[in-house]
């Protein structure tokens, strides 16, 4: 077998800052948030800033530059800095990077982590103008690319997996009633967790009778809009032993997507095989092939949840289920907690306990495979975290208890 | 019954470049037009630098009646910024031109009632001039014509 990266690196600490509604975090900046996050990792870890020596990093995550903040923490020396392109889908593929820069010999204890204040800037209305008293100004300036979706009124990621979603429901009979249970069956794993910004019950009735915002998707099908920082610090498979907590053992990964998946949502164009999926089929096969287990081999799933119909596009992508049934696969109680076949987001989600661009799903499957999650699976010994559903790259991280024989 | 209507114009602004350009200008003449790949013929949208399929660059602007069906949409009910809050609800769609090897133009649907959009039917184009030398397409539902 080729050599791959497999097994040769861990994770070992986890670090969050408290989980705050959009500009509470004020007047932390994120930058500052980024500092404690990734303090408290360490001590997790039972390593100082005195050990670190990487940075592996998606969508700009540090609220900063690593030269300011290697400066700023007082890293001694910074053998690996890099980030993966595109956004929020290189979540789960930041320990990815982490682990190729470790197995490589570049860097020995890599962090990588999530900086995020919304107080300025809403990413619901990302590719949204701003209009000013004089003139147009623009939160995303116009693009030529741009220019062939935006007129439409595309302005937000929410109303443009809406149409993805439509596309789905159109092929396959998916449902409201589909994305109801995987923003339900979230909820209710957010409401035994003292971190959780959404600890209400949510009922059937209270999903019916919330805004519609982009059909088919209403106000509990869009995550939250939070501050905070999570972090996560990666080290080689040996020294991991030697560390305070079970070592969770980087499995497999990938990131990527194919090409002309492209910009995905801002494009439209995206391949007919393909358009009503999450993106992330190739680089869930290479991730598969890697590990050498598949779907059915995993204990829990976090999967990225921005929008709810993405968690069921995912599952299908996955391979929980055929490609056009992860509606009733979801509708039959599969991704709940202690009943289901394949518990999904025991945290929470982006969707009710914070929206932290994915880090948060890596943190929990971190303490699934320690065993002190608050929504514990029991026995879990791989964990699947995937990165958002976006352009290119998506990703995915296999996390596990042993290393495989 | 609910009519859709349309974002506000005042928050179109393009921006072409040398790639881009002579579809707007088209456009501007209410015109559509798609580049073909004058080497292997596959059309491409947005228009770019390069074919996907074969990488030549030149292209061949070859016009289109506009005429298509609706591959995706949504219906947007809440306004994500004040701004668009006397635009709702709107209807972005997705259309499918015929002919094309499945390029999509995006646009929103108008002179329709919300409730009876639906992925296959069939759409044709309206221009909107947005102001002086920008117009952007638009879409209504396709009048039936006895042949």
Redesign the interface.
């Known amino acids: 077998m080729s050599e791959t990266l497999r097994d040769k690196a861990a994770v070992v600490g986890v670090g969050a800052t408290p989980y705050y509604k959009r500009g509470r975090s004020l007047p932390q900046t994120p930058f500052e948030l980024a500092g404690k996050a990734m303090l408290a990792a360490l001590d997790d870890a039972g390593l100082t800033v005195e050990d670190v020596d990487g940075l592996a990093l998606y969508s700009f995550g540090l609220g900063g530059d690593t030269s300011l903040f290697a400066q700023v923490m007082g890293i001694p020396e910074v053998r690996f800095t890099a980030m993966l392109t595109g956004g929020g889908g290189g979540a789960a593929g930041s320990v990815g990077l982490a682990a190729a820069a470790i197995a490589s010999g570049m860097a020995t204890c890599v962090v990588s982590l999530m900086s995020l204040q919304q107080a300025a800037n809403?990413f619901?209305?990302s590719f949204?103008?701003?209009?000013r008293a004089a003139g147009?100004q623009?939160a995303a300036?116009?693009?030529?690319?741009g220019?062939?979706?935006?007129?439409?009124?595309?302005?937000?990621p929410?109303?443009m997996f809406?149409?993805?979603t439509?596309?789905h429901m159109?092929l396959y009979g998916t449902k409201r009633e589909h994305l109801a249970e995987v923003a339900i069956s979230t909820r209710e794993n957010a409401r035994r967790r003292e971190t959780s910004i959404m600890r209400d019950e949510l009922t059937l009735d209270d999903y019916f009778a919330a805004?519609?915002?982009?059909?088919?998707?209403c106000l509990f099908d869009f995550c939250l809009e939070c501050d905070g920082a999570v972090a996560v610090v990666t080290v080689g498979a040996d020294r991991a032993r030697d560390l305070p907590h079970p070592p969770a053992y980087v499995r497999a990964t990938a990131h990527g997507g194919h090409?002309?998946w492209g910009q995905a949502i801002t494009?439209?164009?995206m391949?007919?095989e393909e358009?009503a999926s999450s993106g992330h089929r190739p680089v869930a096969r290479r991730l598969w092939e890697m590990a050498g287990s598949g779907p059915e081999d995993v204990d829990v799933a976090l999967l990225y949840d921005h929008f709810s119909p993405m968690v069921v596009l995912q599952l299908e992508d996955y391979g929980f289920c055929p490609v056009g049934e992860g509606g009733p696969f979801v509708g039959d109680g599969n991704i709940r907690w202690k009943t289901g076949t394949i518990p999904v987001n025991t945290h929470g989600g982006n969707l009710s306990e914070a929206y932290i661009i994915g880090m948060t799903h890596v943190k929990e499957a971190v303490e699934q495979i320690r065993g002190t999650a608050v929504n514990q699976v029991d026995g879990a010994a791989l964990a699947l975290v995937t990165g958002g559903p976006a352009s290119i790259p998506t990703s995915s991280v296999l996390l596990a208890k042993d290393v495989s024989s | 019954m609910t009519t859709a209507q349309l974002p506000p114009a005042e928050l179109i602004h393009l921006v072409p470049d040398v790639f881009t350009r002579p579809f707007w200008e088209a456009a501007a003449a209410h015109r559509l037009v798609v580049p073909k790949c004058t080497t292997c013929g596959t059309f491409r949208l947005p228009p770019s630098a390069f074919c996907f399929r074969c990488r030549a660059q030149e292209v061949e602007w070859v016009e289109q009646d506009g005429r298509g069906s609706v591959y995706a949409f949504t219906v947007v009910h809440h306004p994500v910024l004040p701004d668009f809050a006397d635009s709702v609800p709107y209807v972005p769609i997705v259309v499918e031109l015929p002919g094309t090897n499945g390029c999509r133009l995006v646009g929103a649907l108008q002179d329709v009632d919300i409730e009876d959009v639906r992925i296959g039917m069939d759409v044709e184009l309206v221009w909107r001039d947005v102001r002086d030398g920008e117009t952007v397409p638009t879409f209504r539902p396709a009048v039936r014509r006895s042949s």
Do not use: C, S
């Open positions: 809403r619901g209305a949204a103008p701003k209009k147009a623009y300036p116009p693009t030529p690319e220019n062939f979706i935006q007129p439409a009124g595309l302005v937000g929410g109303q809406a149409v993805l439509q596309r159109h805004r519609m915002i982009a059909d088919p998707l090409g002309r494009w439209m164009g391949p007919e358009f």
